[in-house]
């Protein structure tokens, strides 16, 4: 049972009191939503495209310095649930609001941090101030959005989430260019702050919310069911492994372009990052694929797309490492919405804290590949981080071929 679950008694919810497409308030509500999925991924990999100008400014290695992403990515995947759970209680309008207007101003500190001890304890702040937005965006879609124009409200709402994690990164490359990381960080501050405003004014008030008691047991108790639950976990290890790739190579790159034989300047690093675009049809395809070939062998082009990117990155040609990450971009999200889309079909109850268990599975993949990738290269370059992934997709299949041997022993008659 989920907090949710908890509502003593729920009036049934009028379908006229919906927003419908065509609407001045449909269109507030997802304009709004749409700035708010900017602003948050604009602070969340803020510094992600910085990492090498931090490193020289402050004297640190690249996995120290990849302490200032992946913090704030383990921030948030700790917040996630508690987020989602208050959400409940107080509504899901004032939290989101809550929730980027604490990053941004967040963000308008960072720049200012003196060492990297305060640079990763605010980042560390921010993550946990940001998870209010995906935990609840969501659910306040399904409530208040017309079920005919659900698909495309959520569409929109992750069109901003990958327009602000591209932007962050092209953004911050750029300026930092010309005026060095910390007035980067205050630029992308100073846009998150102005989205934050917009969110706020322009969110129309909740028609469809009713509020419900918080109740930690009956929580604990669902995370306990939904952990119980081997394909569920399966489903979690392969979000957990697919970012975990992802953020070290992400992560990494930076250092890998900015040094020899490539010696990039910091604005063309930020501009490969329009990679990151790849994302969006690779999800979409995904789909298709899972059509065609079925969730598992989507999982597996997924993960020899990764793979056969990662394998890529080993040569010295810009080309070829252009290449191996449009392949390492589009592998990961044909993973990841494979994996995260399949958490609502497994779950049979209380699928939106099944849905928060898989991004705190990711987030937490974020962070711990992040730190592992740049440790790797900071111990014996690019090619250890390249083996630090295709370790990690090798985990990945051999998940997803034990998930078949189970189902396929599962389904042998007993004699």
């Not at 490193?55 to 921030?75: F, H, K, N, Y």
């Not at 004014?201 to 509020?211: G, H, S």
């Not at 928060?356 to 014996?380: C, D, E, R």
Request: net charge positive.
């Amino acid at each position: 049972m989920s907090p949710a679950d908890t509502r003593a008694s729920v009036p049934a919810v009028d379908a006229d009191a919906k927003l419908l497409p065509g609407t001045p308030a449909y269109r507030r509500a997802i304009v709004a939503l749409f700035a708010a999925g900017t602003a948050t991924f604009l602070l969340l990999y803020s510094t992600q495209g910085l990492l090498p100008v931090i490193s020289d400014e402050l004297r640190v290695t690249p996995a120290q310095a990849s302490l200032t992403v992946s913090m704030t990515t383990a921030g948030l995947a700790v917040a996630l649930i508690p987020l989602s759970a208050l959400s409940e209680r107080f509504g899901r309008t004032p939290v989101m609001a809550a929730s980027v207007f604490c990053a941004a101003l967040i963000g308008l500190a960072v720049p200012w941090s003196p060492n990297l001890a305060v640079l990763v304890a605010l980042r560390t702040l921010q993550g946990v101030a940001l998870a209010g937005l995906p935990a609840t965006a969501m659910a306040y879609l399904a409530e208040e959005v017309s079920t005919k124009a659900i698909a495309s409200a959520i569409g929109l709402y992750v069109a901003g989430n990958s327009i602000g994690g591209m932007a962050s990164r092209v953004i911050a490359g750029f300026v930092a260019q010309f005026a060095g990381w910390r007035v980067a960080l205050l630029v992308l501050g100073v846009l998150s702050l102005a989205c934050a405003v917009a969110f706020r004014l322009l969110v129309p008030p909740a028609r469809c919310f009713t509020p419900a008691r918080i109740s930690p047991r009956a929580l604990a108790r669902t995370v306990g069911g939904h952990l119980g639950n081997p394909l569920l976990v399966r489903l979690y290890l392969l979000g957990m492994l697919f970012m975990a790739v992802f953020g070290s190579v992400y992560t990494v790159l930076g250092y890998r372009l900015t040094a020899a034989p490539f010696r990039l300047p910091e604005g063309l690093v930020g501009s490969i990052f329009l990679v990151y675009l790849v994302g969006t049809a690779s999800s979409a395809a995904a789909g298709r694929l899972v059509s065609r070939l079925g969730r598992r062998g989507a999982l597996h082009v997924g993960t020899a797309a990764v793979a056969a990117g990662l394998l890529l990155t080993f040569c010295d040609a810009l080309a070829a490492v252009l290449g191996g990450l449009v392949l390492i971009t589009a592998g990961f999200f044909v993973g990841h919405a494979v994996a995260s889309g399949a958490v609502g079909h497994t779950a049979t109850a209380a699928r939106a804290q099944a849905s928060a268990l898989y991004l705190t599975a990711y987030y937490i993949g974020n962070s711990v590949g992040g730190t592992v990738g740049a440790a790797a290269y900071h111990g014996a370059g690019w090619p250890a981080t390249v083996l630090v992934g295709l370790a990690a997709m090798a985990c990945a299949a051999g998940v997803t071929l034990y998930g078949a041997l189970r189902e396929r022993r599962a389904a042998v008659p007993v004699r």
